[in-house]
């Protein structure tokens, strides 16, 4: 089976269709970042809290909203298909998050909780405080326990609420926990009471770390971008590098617009999915330019713009399965990967995307319009002063010798296959 | 077969050997292998759920009580010396990390005619310390640099030390406190709690600074600080302070006690949690021997007095002393069994020398970190089904090919980063499926070739044999590209971001290996021996 036996597409001659897509596309992100002011930061960059809440019987999100506002500026987020909310507070002071966070918690307890009546909530707090609150009650109602029962049974509990999401609805499931007999659910009956919201799990980011996070992100990807360029000029030719970085600048500038555009937040896990999508889109240039090196040293009375068309055309089956597929493993960790994944998956999705695409449609017009230019200017430097030649053109396009087919090429036919 | 293709399968199932024990050792039974897995494979905190903290360690609050501690002995000495300053001996306040080396102690009047001897007591009982004079009679002592270094060091150690007894008296397995190592953030701890239950209790009890004082009182108790104040005329007697009594749902009372505490936590040898008279119950401790002779003598001659016991500047309780106590003592008032453990744990743990600020703070629930294992290992089952499936529709027989150097480098990585002691997080996890998309495409890459070499009327095994030579080249390239860039998201990246480096890095090098050595190797096997190939499948 084979998709593409002898393609033959003039991606090349529809250039400026596709830049004017990625003008487009650019734009858009541009202007949902500039009405939005700015991408929109996960707690990692900008400080604050965030706080995911498991309810036994999920409320409507518009009344865990109604819930908290007018205390504190809050945003409330659904986790679709789970029984959780995700609460975010807005970075303040370190000292007060910490309270604001209490403060949250408390709110959602008052209005979606129960009363706890003197009883222990069975929902909050570990193994060791279970078994502190049933010591002495269990020994009254005559069943007493040694110290590592008592701890035996107390994890157990722990654990059966950990494999229910956090929480348990009524305390009748804890029959089927080992060690708890009816007697000792009895007691445990009359100890606790199952709180019907829960508190499973918590963030908190002061806003000087997370500024500074931020910065190192950035740095991150400029040195990364950087040192790719570097590696490509030296093993091709500088343009190329600069022709690859564009393309993956604009890759994830597209990125973080759609972003802006679909609301969802840039955490750290986002930015690195970011790099990945560096990578990746780094990986398919270099493809498609190795071909183009190849091609040189081959096809030397060639146009460019034929040339380049055509190593195109022999990377394309390559192209399409490679995106293809990682594409499906992507797509794979945007639908099962859970919420916690989303964004990285979102991240993966539209870069793969977006980073085939500009290997042929941004990365290889960049080299032609490169080339136009040095002949453009050579030609008017020739009307200028016919009898001087300049020796900027023969450099332009030249690919260095490769080890493995370099061997054959003469170096000083090098300049005659891209005029 | 060659025996160049012997020794190339010897190494791959060498390898493979390698691996495979680095993973689950030699297991005897199911649950042995479960057991080992669990030991070799380290979750992450996003996974098994659980605590991390960034703490900052307010490094001023020792520089404080140094100077504090300078004050009382240089009273005291200069008194032996007989050198009566006419005004007080002070020290000035600052309040951040930033400031804490510019701590400063200010000694006013010094009678001139003792300049001399002053400067000697100074520089020969003090040495830590440089006295400057402010005119002829005031004086300025400032740390030395060298000596402000070390007290950091030592804050930062002994404060590391408190917490490591504080978590392993909780019995917390994995846990870990360390610098976070940013160059201009010092004082910041990085304490990961793995798998702990009750995060908010664990946190209360490391930042609990656990410094006990037992004060004597010398007044007291008042309704409030305002009423203490007017009872003395405005201004507190020498050498006291006020402390409030913790207020448990009333209104807090103060005491006046004696600046210098009689014994304080660091006297403390053991203590222990107990139920006392009622089933109330109480925390005890045990002193040192030294400090036992110093409280003993104290109490004796003391009875009938009232003492109050302090921790973190709260009055805890104010006996009255019955008889003369020698090295041990107890500590009443806790509301339950887990608050007189806490306390009784914080005092064998010893004190905080400064207080912490919880800079950064991230619990996953364990069951949200189970879930997200799940969730994350459904995903790359389902996109590498996927995957391989495609992979055999469409490359027949070479895809098998494909797919065992697949399996093959997960199987890589996973014992990599078990030999590494490296820790598997979720976005280690989203690079192990990268590096699987990465490992589909240099199999891709060399098969597109050799398809186009057979295109070309090459026969298959000068076919194959250029396919695996013109990609290597392009291999190389894209390898070695990702490798730049991972470098740099590891020196400059933080937590999470260099462990998504890491595990590309491990995985790219496991590809190399893989999808050129291995993928190599199982063509020449099957292309060796017959010399005349007509068809391969691919």
């Given at each position: 089976m084979e998709l593409f036996k002898h393609s033959d597409f003039d991606f090349l001659g529809k250039k400026w269709w596709f830049i004017n897509l990625s003008l487009i596309l650019t734009a858009a992100g541009f202007i949902s970042l500039a009405v939005k002011g700015g991408p929109r930061y996960g707690i990692d960059f900008r400080g604050g809290a965030l706080i995911t809440v498991s309810f036994a019987n999920r409320p409507p999100v518009d009344k865990v909203r109604a819930a908290l506002s007018g205390k504190l500026p809050v945003e409330v987020e659904e986790v679709s298909g789970r029984p959780e909310d995700i609460i975010g507070i807005d970075a303040l002071q370190d000292s007060a998050l910490q309270a604001s966070r209490q403060k949250v918690i408390d709110s959602l307890d008052a209005a979606f909780g129960q009363p706890a009546n003197g009883k222990y909530n069975i929902n909050a707090g570990g193994a060791a405080a279970l078994a502190d609150r049933l010591r002495d009650a269990l020994a009254a109602a005559s069943l007493p326990m040694s110290d590592q029962q008592l701890q035996t049974l107390a994890s157990n509990i722990m654990d059966y609420r950990k494999q229910h999401s956090g929480l348990i609805k009524n305390l009748d499931e804890l029959a089927s926990v080992p060690a708890v007999t009816p007697q000792v659910l009895n007691v445990i009956k009359q100890q606790t009471y199952p709180d019907s919201v829960a508190v499973v799990g918590t963030e908190t980011v002061?806003?000087?770390?997370?500024?500074?996070?931020?910065?190192?992100?950035?740095?991150?990807?400029?040195?990364?971008?950087?040192?790719?360029?570097?590696?490509?000029?030296?093993?091709?030719?500088?343009?190329?590098?600069?022709?690859?970085?564009?393309?993956?600048?604009?890759?994830?500038?597209?990125?973080?617009?759609?972003?802006?555009?679909?609301n969802k937040e840039i955490t750290l896990t986002v930015v690195a999915a970011l790099l990945t999508l560096v990578g990746y889109s780094m990986n398919d240039t270099i493809v498609t330019f190795d071909r183009i090196r190849e091609n040189l040293k081959i096809l030397r009375r060639e146009e460019l713009e034929t040339l380049i068309n055509k190593s195109v055309n022999q990377t394309l089956s390559r192209t399409v399965l490679t995106s293809g597929l990682t594409l499906l493993t992507a797509l794979a960790l945007f639908i099962f990967g859970g919420q916690v994944l989303n964004g990285f998956a979102f991240a993966l999705v539209c870069g793969i995307i977006v980073g085939t695409y500009s290997s042929v449609f941004v990365a290889s017009p960049i080299l032609i319009f490169w080339h136009n230019f040095l002949e453009g200017r050579k030609r008017n430097t020739r009307g200028a002063a016919p009898a001087r030649r300049e020796p900027v053109a023969p450099v332009a396009l030249k690919a260095k010798a490769t080890p493995a087919a370099g061997k054959d090429r003469p170096q000083r036919g090098s300049t005659a296959k891209v005029k | 077969m060659t025996s160049n293709i012997k020794i190339r399968i010897g190494i791959i199932i060498a390898v493979i050997l390698v691996c495979l024990y680095g993973v689950i050792g030699v297991p005897k039974s199911k649950d042995e292998l479960l057991a080992n897995w669990k030991k070799n494979i380290h979750l992450g905190l996003d996974l098994s759920g659980g605590t991390q903290l960034v703490m900052q360690v307010q490094l001023q609050d020792a520089f404080k009580a140094d100077a504090d501690n300078a004050i009382e002995s240089l009273k005291q000495e200069l008194q032996k010396d007989g050198i009566t300053p006419s005004g007080d001996i002070t020290r000035n306040d600052p309040a951040t990390i930033e400031d804490a080396d510019k701590i400063e102690i200010y000694i006013k009047g010094i009678p001139s005619d003792k300049t001399g001897q002053f400067r000697g007591v100074v520089n020969n009982q003090f040495s830590a310390w440089v006295a400057t004079a402010l005119n002829s009679s005031d004086y300025k002592l400032t740390l030395k640099p060298s000596e402000s270094l070390k007290l950091k060091q030592d804050t930062l150690t002994q404060t590391m030390a408190t917490i490591e007894r504080k978590i392993n008296a909780l019995g917390l397995a994995e846990s870990s406190v360390q610098q976070t190592g940013r160059s201009d953030a010092e004082a910041e701890l990085l304490i990961q709690l793995p798998g702990v239950d009750d995060p908010a209790h664990v946190k209360q009890l490391i930042q609990t600074q656990a410094q006990l004082e037992w004060d004597q009182v010398q007044d007291g108790p008042f309704a409030s600080r305002e009423e203490a104040l007017a009872k003395k005329g405005g201004i507190l007697p020498l050498n006291t302070k006020l402390v409030p009594t913790a207020t448990r749902g009333g209104q807090a009372a103060w005491y006046l006690v004696s600046r210098i505490p009689v014994v304080r936590g660091t006297d403390i040898r053991d203590a222990s949690a107990a139920a006392g008279e009622l089933n109330r119950w109480e925390t005890n401790f045990v002193l040192t021997q030294d400090a036992a002779k110093k409280f003993g003598a104290y109490t004796e001659a003391n009875i009938n007095q009232r003492a109050a016991i302090v921790v973190d500047g709260i009055v805890i309780s104010a006996p009255t002393i019955q008889s003369k106590i020698s090295d041990t003592g107890r500590i009443t008032g806790a509301a339950n069994q887990e608050e007189a453990a806490d306390l009784a744990l914080n005092l064998r743990a010893g004190s905080l020398p400064a207080a912490l600020t919880i800079e950064e703070e991230r619990t996953v629930g364990p069951s949200l970190g189970a879930d997200s294992i799940r969730e994350g290992f459904e995903a790359g089952i389902a996109g590498v089904v996927a995957v391989v499936l495609f992979m055999l529709v469409y490359y027949k027989r070479s895809g098998i090919n494909a797919t065992l150097a697949l399996i093959l480098n997960a199987v890589i990585l996973i014992a990599a980063l078990a030999y590494f002691d490296a820790t598997l997080t979720l976005p280690g996890i989203a690079g192990i499926i990268l590096t699987i998309g990465m490992a589909v495409d240099s199999n891709v890459l060399i098969f597109e070739r050799i398809r186009e070499e057979l295109r070309a009327g090459k026969a298959v095994v000068a076919a194959v044999d250029a396919g695996f030579s013109k990609a290597f080249l392009t291999i190389i390239d894209t390898h070695v590209t990702t490798v730049v860039s991972c470098a740099f998201l590891f020196i400059f990246g933080t937590g999470p971001v260099k462990g998504f480096a890491v595990t590309l890095v491990i995985g790219l090098v496991a590809n190399l290996f893989t999808a050129v050595f291995v993928s190599r190797t199982i063509f020449d096997a099957e292309l060796s021996g017959k010399r005349q190939v007509a068809v391969l499948s691919i």
């Open positions: 002061g806003p000087k770390i997370g500024a500074e996070l931020q910065r190192k992100a950035i740095l991150a990807v400029l040195y990364a971008l950087g040192g790719m360029l570097v590696y490509i000029a030296f093993r091709f030719e500088w343009i190329y590098g600069a022709a690859a970085v564009i393309a993956v600048f604009h890759d994830t500038l597209i990125t973080i617009g759609l972003f802006s555009l679909f | -």
